[in-house]
């Protein structure tokens, strides 16, 4: 048999060398592969909560990852979901997240009606404060029913009241032609005597100047971005009609196909960007009403006696029907807000 030399030697353990990298290659690049999530948001681009708080969250996960976990945000509904469907787009893992927007998910998940019912709540950290309170009754059995992951919960801005010519006082809406955009509001409006009218959120601008409506509810970073000061006089503020808390989710499948070191990273983030957001709820509605005064519209704050009357109006013709639908577990939940906020 005749012996190696030197040179044959060392073509033998390159040659090996070569082949053991060839090997570990595609080994080491499925374990480097990028993940990326799709994000499927309600709200549109312009809006503030995408460009200070959503956007800037993605960009930490990726920039903490090491680019390793990037999440591609699509707003105004990008992805194709309808605003109803974002529960059933999570469970049937058609998105990896989502922002649910409670006011448009209420058919899907009833009791979720809690948040969004008129005058229940007077600011953002009330809502916080009472969604907590029923944690173990609404966010557990979310989670469960709809296979998904809550990151985080954030109250947006007050809903407020517009109206096309000049009111002074909030009994100056009966009889108008108010916008709603969900049935708990609806209730309200006509049992204030005012009419109902479903405007989409999009048509709001277009409803107001062209007189389809004389009134209408929404928020303040809607109606400042979308210039309502050209097409409306007034609005009246401080009634707690609705806060639309917005609950970020994760598909429960995406969620545990994630390696736990980025489910790690989007808890501590959540921790961070969750309260940033009702921070940013609450400094939103003074901004825009600071805009709205120096576009020549009239902010009128309710006065304790209107804030009580409207309360009285939801507590009687709102609330109960809430409760008659919901049961025990929609009595308990009234109940159990009412208790927390009861310093209030």
Request: overall charge positive.
């Amino acid at each position: 048999m005749r012996k190696s030399t030197g040179k044959e030697s060392l073509i033998f353990k390159t040659a090996v060398l070569l082949i053991t990298i060839l090997i570990a290659v595609p080994a080491a690049s499925a374990v480097a592969k990028e993940i990326v999530w799709r994000w499927d948001i309600q709200i549109p681009a312009t809006h503030v909560y995408v460009k200070e708080i959503y956007i800037p969250f993605t960009e930490e996960v990726s920039a903490r990852s090491g680019g390793a976990f990037k999440i591609a945000t699509f707003p105004s509904s990008g992805t194709g979901l309808k605003p109803s469907t974002q529960l059933r787009g999570l469970k049937n893992n058609m998105i990896d997240m989502s922002e649910v927007n409670t006011g448009w998910n209420t058919g899907d998940e009833p009791l979720l009606s809690i948040v969004s019912l008129p005058c229940l709540f007077h600011n953002q950290q009330e809502v916080a404060k009472g969604l907590k309170s029923v944690e173990d009754i609404l966010v557990k059995d979310l989670e469960q029913k709809w296979d998904m992951k809550i990151l985080w919960i954030s109250p947006i801005d007050e809903q407020i009241i517009f109206t096309v010519k000049p009111i002074t006082k909030l009994a100056d809406i009966k009889n108008k032609k108010t916008r709603t955009y969900q049935r708990w509001l609806e209730l309200w409006v006509n049992a204030m005597g005012a009419r109902s009218v479903n405007v989409p959120y999009g048509e709001q601008y277009s409803a107001f100047q062209r007189n389809l409506i004389d009134a209408g509810i929404t928020g303040s970073a809607t109606a400042g971005p979308m210039k309502f000061y050209e097409v409306v006089s007034t609005t009246l503020v401080d009634l707690g009609l609705d806060f639309i808390p917005f609950f970020i989710c994760a598909s429960g499948k995406s969620w545990r196909e994630l390696p736990k070191e980025h489910q790690d990273l989007l808890m501590e983030l959540a921790k961070k960007y969750g309260p940033q957001q009702i921070v940013k709820a609450a400094a939103v509605q003074g901004k825009y009403y600071e805009e709205f005064k120096s576009k020549g519209m009239t902010i009128i704050r309710a006065t304790a006696e209107e804030k009580k009357h409207a309360r009285e109006v939801a507590k009687e013709n709102v609330w109960p029907v809430f409760v008659k639908e919901q049961g025990a577990a929609g009595a308990q939940m009234i109940e159990r807000v009412q208790k927390a906020l009861a310093a209030r």
